[in-house]
T-cell receptor
């Protein structure tokens, strides 16, 4: 199993550009999520999904869109990038959304810089 | 509002020393998790504590969940350079599908 994979690893955008961060898992996990990690801020939840066709907002959803058309993939879209979205983005998955008992597996991250 | 406060935020110690990291909140959590993150990688789950007062040991690491399920601690005995990293606590409330993370404690263990 490859686990959770993310592409690209690094990306530089100009303000106003759009892009999609890719996330895939091969563990047949129902639950997937996106976090951003900023210096001194820990991880903050952007969006999450408890299964194909179902998505919901996390703590910091503004400026980001997601969709979950398959169990394996959970892309994160930035429609119009802003410097405030400069961050490291992590995708994670777990067997179910019962995070008090299920292990969440994180991808290696995408480091995004918006100029 | 940061629901989970971690302290200290930074710690630099010598190999062989002991240390304790705290994760505190005014909120009750159904479980608390501890993660370790190395530079350039995603967090990796170390342990989940569920029951108030629970103590779990993982080799030289001891984790405790407070009786009221509002706080947790991580104690490392005889720290080694391989323990260097960012330690994050995260809490889940009720049957929540969301985790709340603390800001993390950056540990450096010098040989």
């Amino acid at each position: 199993n490859a686990g959770v994979t993310q592409t690209p690893k690094f990306q530089v955008l100009k303000t106003g550009q759009s892009m999609t961060l890719q996330c895939a898992q091969d563990m047949n996990h129902e639950y997937m999520s996106w976090y951003r990690q900023d210096p001194g801020m820990g991880l903050r939840l952007i969006h999450y999904s408890v299964g194909a066709g179902i998505t919901d907002q996390g703590e910091v959803p503004n400026g980001y869109n997601v969709s979950r058309s398959t169990t394996e993939d959970f892309p994160l879209r930035l429609l119009s990038a802003a410097p405030s979205q400069t961050s490291v983005y992590f995708c994670a998955s777990s067997r179910t959304g019962t995070l008090s008992t299920d292990t969440q597996y994180f991808g290696p991250g995408t480091r995004l810089t918006v100029l | 509002t940061q629901l989970l406060e971690q302290s200290p935020q930074f710690l630099s110690i010598q190999e062989g020393e002991n240390l304790t990291v705290y994760c505190n909140s005014s909120s009750v959590f159904s479980s608390l998790q501890w993660y370790r993150q190395e530079p350039g990688e995603g967090p990796v789950l170390l342990v989940t504590v569920v029951t108030g007062g629970e103590v779990k040991k993982l080799k030289r690491l001891t984790f405790q969940f407070g009786d009221a399920r509002k706080d947790s601690s991580l104690h490392i005995t005889a720290a080694q350079p391989g323990d260097t990293g960012l330690y994050l606590c995260a809490g889940a409330q009720g049957g929540s599908e969301k985790l709340v993370f603390g800001k993390g404690m950056k540990l450096t263990v010098n040989p």
